[in-house]
């Protein structure tokens, strides 16, 4: 059974750092780029970053991009999500996804980031 | 860029088939045939439902159906179920720097 299991989120202050974490299983997890999608209070869904197999290539968001770094470790089966200068706009559920050919198959079931004073 | 376009709330009764637009460009929509569906009911992970503008996953019941014209595409539910109630996102992989834009989501309702 594939599983995507985040971790990580908490309440941080806005100028403040974190790292998201999500453990992969039940997949060849080396096989397969992955992916960061988050979701703020209320509003739709945004993709953040991806990363290839072999953590060689990484793509951002404009949005974010500079302030966020993705990674992989493969012998971990795990992927992570570095977030620095956080915003009240960062405020977000954040997933972890699996990407198919040229799509997102498989959704971790996301874990919540807030940035709040 | 910009958040793919679709409409903030569709809504239809059991039986019936409602349709969700969602407009691009042609840097996104209109460029690639890859156009993706998800379904999210609130509180669990989003559900992979339509790739590539029309194909459908395995286990995906075919009353979901997906087209694409020019720059937009669209979602058809046929035979509206009451668990077809959730979110449905429409996502593209675009030639600008952000890769993937995704929709602002439609709330389908089942009257």
């Not at chain 1, 750092?17 to 739709?44: N, Y």
């Not at chain 2, 009764?13 to 156009?35: E, N, R």
């Not at chain 2, 009353?63 to 077809?84: H, M, P, V, Y």
Request: glycine share 10%; proline share 4%.
């Amino acid at each position: 059974e594939v599983q995507l299991v985040e971790s990580g989120g908490v309440l941080v202050q806005p100028g403040g750092s974190l790292r998201l974490s999500c453990a992969a299983s039940g997949f060849s997890f080396s096989d397969c780029w992955m992916s960061w999608v988050r979701q703020a209070p209320g509003k739709g869904l945004e993709w953040v970053a991806n990363i290839n197999q072999r953590g060689s290539d990484e793509n951002y968001a404009d949005s974010l991009r500079g302030r966020i770094a993705i990674s992989r470790d493969n012998a971990r089966n795990s992927l992570y999500l570095e977030l620095n200068s956080l915003r009240a706009e960062d405020t977000a559920l954040y997933y972890c996804v699996r990407h198919g050919y040229y799509n997102f198959d498989f959704w971790g079931q996301g874990t919540l980031v807030t940035v709040s004073s | 860029q910009s958040a793919l376009t679709q409409p903030r709330s569709v809504s239809g009764s059991p039986g019936q088939s409602v349709t969700i637009s969602c407009t691009g460009s042609s840097s996104d929509v209109g460029a690639y045939d890859y156009v993706s569906w998800y379904q999210h009911h609130p509180g669990k992970a989003p559900q992979f439902l339509i790739f590539e503008v029309s194909k459908r996953p395995s286990g995906v019941p075919n009353r979901f159906s997906g087209s694409k014209s020019g720059n937009t595409a669209s979602l058809t539910i046929s035979g509206l179920q009451a668990e077809d109630e959730a979110d449905y996102y429409c996502c593209s992989f675009s030639d600008g720097s952000t890769h993937w834009l995704f929709g602002g989501g439609t709330k389908v309702t089942v009257l």
